[in-house]
């Protein structure tokens, strides 16, 4: 039978004894809510009616709903 050599043997060891660190290491789960949504966008067009920078990106502040999410179900 052949023996395993030490290094490998060492390498399996550290591989199996990571493994709970980086279990913990896993992102808490974000609220799957609308708000958490709308972040990404509202850095660009603004969650209020202001305008942002001199740039122009369309305001969707103040927007119906129902406008907004046909605007974004149409977007190519």
């Known amino acids: 039978m052949a023996r395993l050599h030490p290094s490998w043997w060492l390498a399996s060891c550290m591989l199996f004894m990571s493994y709970p660190i ?5 992102p808490a789960v974000l609220p799957n809510t ?3 949504r709308v972040v990404a966008c ?3 067009h603004a969650q209020t009616d202001q305008a942002r920078g001199t740039e122009y990106f369309p305001r969707i502040g103040g927007k119906p709903a129902g ?3 046909n605007q974004l179900a149409n977007f190519r």
């Open 67 to 69: 406008y907004l999410y």
């Open 22 to 26: 980086r279990a913990a290491e896993r």
């Open 34 to 36: 609308l708000a958490q």
């Open 42 to 44: 509202t850095s660009c």
